[in-house]
């Protein structure tokens, strides 16, 4: 509302403008002169300052009037009652006030005007950002299982203009998110609100999920709301031995590593499927069991198995016990080499009676033909083999006796 001095604002106004336009005075119309004014932009709650200027002035009067051309200053002259509207500087050059604690509906444009004539203006918009508040996760429900999806949504109300959310899982930005945006009519501000959908799992656990909300209000100082996950799952087992030859006579430890949300209960060791044969040098330490004094008995599969209120989860590990005197490696006898060597002895023992087999033949032949050249003459087979051979050697004499 106007203060009481409202009225005589308005007459000192009109005084002035009579002044400025009586040819009794002799003053003329100062030309060239402007107002000179800039838009401000303020948070909400904080301070707005709104400058007026003239480079040159022939003791004409300025105003400040607000986006509902309601008088603020004239001159140096309050003419609204408003104990957040106060004047910094009042000359013929310059016309500053300061407007404190800023609210939404101080947004709009305010207008200088230089009285002279005609009356000449300048515009200035007054933007008055709407601070988020501070953001909130909901849709979290401790714990979550192993493999079940999560729905987490982030939301933050009284923004102007509207946020920007942005979802993070520890450092690394999380970009299928759904985003949304309602403003209220009243105070043009709005409510954001961003989705985002995760199935659990166990490398997720412990993991923090944080909802950053950016606005240009906070001055690069990004509002955070987090929540550290809490992901249950069945336990995860494996079987460490504490040596990978174990010999005769020696000791061994297998080490059941265990993991899993909650911590699994005590371990239990079984082997080949039934209990330790042997407690006396088996014993078993919490998740190892210590083999003392090794034998060949010891041979078979080593079962660890743990549970929690998830799940069970079984490892198994095969215990081989070695010969002391037996290098790495050596496990028994090199079957490769015994068949490569029973091979060869076949091989050769085949060879070997083909070759006679031939050579038999071809004896035989040679026999025949001969008891066939000699059987002219010769009362039995013998004798015509000796006859068929003399004939040989006197055809051969013969024959070097000719050469």
């Known amino acids: 509302a106007y203060s009481i001095i409202a009225p005589m604002v308005r007459f000192f106004s009109i005084v002035k403008l009579l002044q400025l336009t009586s040819p009794l005075k002799g003053q003329k119309c100062s030309q060239g002169q402007f107002p000179l004014t800039q838009n401000v932009t303020v948070i909400e709650g904080e301070t707005a300052t709104l400058t007026c200027r003239v480079d040159q002035n022939d003791n004409t009067s300025l105003q400040w009037s607000n986006p509902a051309q309601q008088t603020l200053y004239f001159d140096d002259k309050k003419a609204l009652r408003d104990n957040r509207i106060e004047l910094l500087r009042a000359t ?6 300061r407007v404190t604690d800023v609210s939404l509906s101080d947004e709009g444009q305010y207008t200088c005007s230089l009285f002279t004539m005609p009356v000449k203006t300048s515009k200035a918009f007054l933007t008055v950002l709407g601070v988020p508040e501070t953001p909130q996760i909901s849709g979290f429900i401790s714990p979550v299982m192993e493999g079940d999806r999560m729905e987490l949504t982030c939301k933050t109300s009284g923004s102007k203009p509207a946020a920007d959310i942005r979802w993070y899982k520890n450092e690394k930005e999380v970009k299928d998110v759904k985003y949304l945006k309602e403003e209220d009519a009243n105070r043009k501000t709005f409510t954001v ?6 199935k659990a799992d166990r490398s997720d656990d412990g993991a923090t999920i944080s909802c950053r909300v ?6 690069s100082k990004p509002q955070i709301a987090k929540q550290v996950l809490e992901i249950h799952y069945i336990p995860s087992v494996k079987i460490i031995p504490s040596t ?18 909650p911590l699994p209960d005590p371990v239990l060791w079984t082997k080949d499927g039934g209990e330790l044969p042997d407690p006396e040098r088996m014993v078993v330490n919490g998740r190892e069991l210590v083999i003392n004094f090794l034998n060949k008995t010891d041979n078979g599969t080593y079962r660890c198995e743990a549970e929690n209120s998830i799940g069970i989860s079984i490892a198994e ?5 070695h010969d002391p005197n037996a290098l790495p490696g050596q496990t028994g006898p090199d079957h490769a080499l015994i068949g490569g060597i029973v091979a060869v002895v076949v091989f050769v023992t085949l060879c070997s009676i083909i070759l006679l087999g031939r050579y038999l033949a071809r004896h035989k032949g040679t026999y025949l033909t001969n008891e066939a050249k000699g059987a002219e003459d010769a009362p039995d087979a013998d004798t015509a083999i000796i006859n068929a051979e003399g004939s040989q050697v006197n055809a051969e004499e013969k024959k070097e006796y000719f050469i």
């Open 92 to 97: 013929w050059h310059e016309l500053t006030i």
């Open 193 to 198: 609100s961003s989705t985002m959908n995760l």
């Open 214 to 219: 950016d606005h240009e209000s906070l001055n």
């Open 244 to 261: 990978l030859w174990p010999e005769e006579g020696q000791s061994i430890t297998l080490i059941c590593e265990s993991k899993g949300k």
């Open 317 to 321: 590990y095969v215990l081989i016990i």
